[in-house]
Structures are given as structure tokens and as C-alpha cells.
């Protein structure tokens, strides 16, 4: 059983860019911790996407609860602020359990809604973000944040004008709160309570991580990423299914339509996913109290300093020892690369 200190319950953070073994060192300390995981991974949450997002099956997870996973039906609008909702009410769980809480994911703006929090909103009218976004279509961006600027001077100056989502919610939030966004916002957020949280940072050597990637695209391709693309497309909500449009769903999806070779699809997916793991270590290294280590998720050594860290930072974590490295060459492939 975990203990609280000083009144907060520990919460473990595990972050880092795609393809560096999240999900492995994740289990690794579960088991060592007592804990149960939480993912923080987009896509991850939604039914019948498995091959495309390296979820760890049900048969490799040792037993060990896993939350937030397989819990969205595809054409669902699943926003951070339904993330924030639903990993509140699993951490409150898993504490009345005494366990170890420990969320691992890539989605940086979920772990930010649930640590940080939102300013309170409105919710989302889709028919009105529909109209928008036919408006932008129809007249262009520029012009939908022109119209912002007229509502919300402040919130269109911090708003870049080709992104278009964030204009159409801070239009949104000005007509249906008859408030400006930017207003709303200066009130503050209300954080996660009660929790000490401690954030772990993997960050591997870049071409290792380069050829992990790729290792896992092509992996991914092979395990029968086109079938389940294919069955999703098969859906009569299809066209309503957001996640299709995700990495290696959007590429597959071109491969079955004959946009892209077989061959071109799985390049462009490995291209797209090392820029997306670029993005992903911007947005965590702006992120505060990381503690980073240089190397993959599964690899013993690393698994082992990272506990060694929490033993310092907690004291009553767990005092078992963990694996010591394995031999492998750092060029070869990872297999706990699923996260």
C-alpha cells in the first residue's frame, strides 16, 4: 500500500517522444511499485485502433491494470477536457486501492489539461465549429481570424492565423459564452489536487530513436495495419472516425484507396513519425520538472536509475531491485518500444 506525505499521494509521469519505450518502463516500475497505469495516449483510448498505436496487449501486460485504454467508440469526439474528467475519477480509484498511480503517453496536451487544468468553457457545439470551418473553407482562414479579432482582439494576437482549430474555438468559447476567451482565461486554472507529481522524461540518442521508428513502422505494417484500416474504413461512420486521420491510419488508409504504394505508405508514415517525435520532445522539454534519462524504456539500466530517482524522491518507494541491462546493441531494434 502507498502512503501518503504531507498530505499528497505520489503520481508518477512517464513522458518522451514515440518509439523510446514508455510502455515498457511504465510496466517495469508497476510491478516494482505496486502500481497501475493510465494511459495518456491520444488515440490509444479508441476501440479498434491496436496495430496502428502499439498498444500493449492484454496477454503483455502481467497482470498489471491498465486504464483509459479501449474505453472511446471510433466516432466519438473525445476532447482534453474529457481526458481530464476521466483520468480524475481513475486516479481517485487507484488511490482508495493504494496503488501506484502511473500515467504514460505522448498526448503532451492531455497531461497538461489533467496536471495543470482548463479554464472553464463551454462545450463544443459541433454544429457550430462545422459552420466555422465551412466559413474558413469558404472564405478563408485569414478571414475567420479576422472575425476572432473583432470578438477577441487579445485571444486573435496570441493566435497564429492559419491555425484554424484554435480560432474556431476561441470564436466558439465568444458566441456561446458571450464572454471573450481571453477574458475567461486570466481567471486561472484549477489544478490535479492532492497529488505529488513526479514526471520522468525519456530521451534517447536521436538515431537510435530514428531507427527504432522505423523498425516499428515497418513492424506495424506487417502485424496487419491495412486489414484493421480497412475494417475501420468499412464503417458506415467512417467519415466521422477522427483517429483515421492519424499517423499510420492516414498513410494506410491512402495505401488502400491506391494513393500510395505499399512501400511509399510505410516511408511516409516513418518520415511522419520522426517529425511527430521532434514535435513531441518541443512540447515536453518546455514542460517543468522533468527528470530526463538518456536512453530507451526498456533498457534494465535505465529502469533502474529511474527507480533510484523515486527511492531519493519518495521514500517509501518500493525497495526491490530491477533487472540489470541486457545485452543487446544499441542499433538493434527495441521491443519495448510501443509507446
Same mark, same amino acid.
Given at each position: 500500500?502507498?502512503?501518503? #506525505?504531507? /498530505?499528497?499521494?505520489?503520481?508518477?509521469?512517464?513522458? /518522451?517522444?514515440?518509439?523510446?519505450?514508455?510502455?515498457?518502463?511504465?510496466?517495469?516500475?508497476?510491478?516494482?511499485?505496486?502500481?497501475?497505469?493510465?494511459?495518456?495516449?491520444?488515440?490509444?483510448?479508441?476501440?479498434?485502433?491496436? &496495430?496502428?498505436?502499439?498498444?500493449?496487449?492484454?496477454?503483455?501486460?502481467?497482470? !498489471?491494470?491498465?486504464?483509459?485504454?479501449?474505453?472511446?467508440?471510433?466516432?466519438?469526439?473525445?476532447?482534453?477536457?474529457? =481526458?481530464?474528467?476521466?483520468?480524475?475519477?481513475?486516479?481517485?480509484? &487507484?488511490?482508495?486501492?493504494?496503488?501506484?498511480? !502511473?500515467?504514460?503517453?505522448?498526448? /503532451?496536451?492531455?497531461?497538461?489539461?489533467? #496536471?495543470? /487544468?482548463?479554464?472553464?468553457?463551454?462545450?463544443?457545439?459541433?454544429?457550430?465549429?462545422?459552420? #466555422?470551418?465551412?466559413?474558413?473553407?469558404?472564405?478563408?482562414?485569414?478571414?475567420?481570424?479576422? #472575425?476572432?479579432?473583432?470578438?477577441?482582439?487579445?485571444?486573435?494576437?496570441? !493566435?497564429?492565423?492559419?491555425?484554424?482549430?484554435?480560432?474556431?474555438?476561441?470564436?466558439?468559447?465568444?458566441?456561446?459564452?458571450?464572454?471573450?476567451?481571453?477574458?475567461?482565461?486570466?481567471?486561472?486554472?484549477?489544478? %490535479?489536487?492532492?497529488?505529488?507529481?513526479?514526471? &520522468?522524461? %525519456?530521451?534517447?540518442?536521436?538515431?537510435?530513436?530514428? =531507427?527504432? !521508428?522505423?523498425?516499428?513502422?515497418?513492424?506495424?505494417?506487417?502485424?496487419?495495419?491495412?486489414?484493421?484500416?480497412?475494417?475501420?474504413?468499412?464503417?458506415?461512420?467512417?467519415?466521422?472516425?477522427?483517429?483515421?486521420?492519424?499517423?499510420?491510419?492516414?498513410?494506410?488508409?491512402?495505401?488502400?484507396?491506391?494513393?500510395?504504394?505499399?512501400?511509399?505508405?510505410?516511408?511516409?508514415?516513418?518520415?511522419?513519425?520522426?517529425?511527430?517525435?521532434?514535435?513531441?520532445?518541443?512540447?515536453?522539454?518546455?514542460?517543468?520538472?522533468?527528470?530526463?534519462?538518456?536512453?530507451?524504456?526498456?533498457?534494465?539500466?535505465?529502469?533502474?536509475?529511474?527507480?533510484?530517482?523515486?527511492?531519493?524522491?519518495?521514500?517509501?518507494?518500493?525497495?526491490?531491485?530491477?533487472?540489470?541491462?541486457?545485452?543487446?546493441?544499441?542499433?538493434?531494434? %527495441?521491443?519495448?518500444?510501443?509507446?
Amino acid at each position: 500500500m502507498v502512503g501518503a #506525505l504531507g /498530505g499528497e499521494y505520489p503520481l508518477l509521469a512517464i513522458v /518522451g517522444p514515440t518509439a523510446a519505450g514508455k510502455s515498457a518502463l511504465a510496466l517495469a516500475l508497476a510491478e516494482q511499485l505496486d502500481g497501475e497505469i493510465i494511459n495518456c495516449d491520444s488515440v490509444q483510448l479508441y476501440r479498434g485502433f491496436n &496495430v496502428g498505436t502499439g498498444k500493449t496487449p492484454p496477454e503483455e501486460r502481467r497482470g !498489471i491494470p491498465h486504464h483509459l485504454i479501449d474505453t472511446v467508440e471510433p466516432e466519438q469526439v473525445f476532447t482534453a477536457g474529457d =481526458y481530464r474528467r476521466e483520468a480524475s475519477r481513475v486516479l481517485t480509484d &487507484v488511490r482508495e486501492r493504494g496503488k501506484w498511480p !502511473i500515467i504514460v503517453g505522448g498526448t /503532451g496536451l492531455y497531461l497538461r489539461a489533467l #496536471l495543470l /487544468g482548463l479554464f472553464e468553457g463551454p462545450k463544443r457545439s459541433e454544429d457550430l465549429r462545422a459552420r #466555422l470551418g465551412a466559413l474558413a473553407e469558404r472564405r478563408g482562414r485569414e478571414f475567420l481570424h479576422r #472575425l476572432l479579432s473583432r470578438l477577441d482582439r487579445r485571444a486573435a494576437a496570441r !493566435i497564429h492565423p492559419r491555425d484554424t482549430p484554435k480560432i474556431i474555438r476561441a470564436v466558439e468559447v465568444r458566441l456561446l459564452a458571450r464572454q471573450p476567451m481571453s477574458a475567461m482565461l486570466e481567471r486561472g486554472r484549477v489544478g %490535479l489536487q492532492g497529488f505529488r507529481v513526479f514526471k &520522468v522524461g %525519456l530521451i534517447p540518442d536521436r538515431t537510435q530513436l530514428a =531507427y527504432c !521508428i522505423n523498425a516499428r513502422v515497418e513492424r506495424m505494417f506487417a502485424a496487419g495495419l491495412l486489414k484493421e484500416t480497412r475494417a475501420l474504413l468499412a464503417r458506415p461512420d467512417a467519415a466521422h472516425i477522427k483517429p483515421l486521420g492519424a499517423l499510420g491510419y492516414r498513410q494506410a488508409g491512402a495505401a488502400l484507396r491506391g494513393e500510395l504504394s505499399l512501400e511509399d505508405a510505410i516511408r511516409e508514415t516513418q518520415a511522419a513519425t520522426r517529425r511527430y517525435a521532434k514535435r513531441q520532445m518541443t512540447w515536453f522539454r518546455r514542460e517543468t520538472d522533468i527528470a530526463w534519462f538518456a536512453g530507451f524504456g526498456d533498457d534494465g539500466q535505465i529502469q533502474a536509475q529511474v527507480l533510484e530517482w523515486l527511492r531519493q524522491a519518495w521514500p517509501n518507494a518500493a525497495g526491490a531491485a530491477l533487472p540489470s541491462a541486457r545485452p543487446d546493441s544499441p542499433l538493434q531494434p %527495441l521491443d519495448g518500444d510501443k509507446a
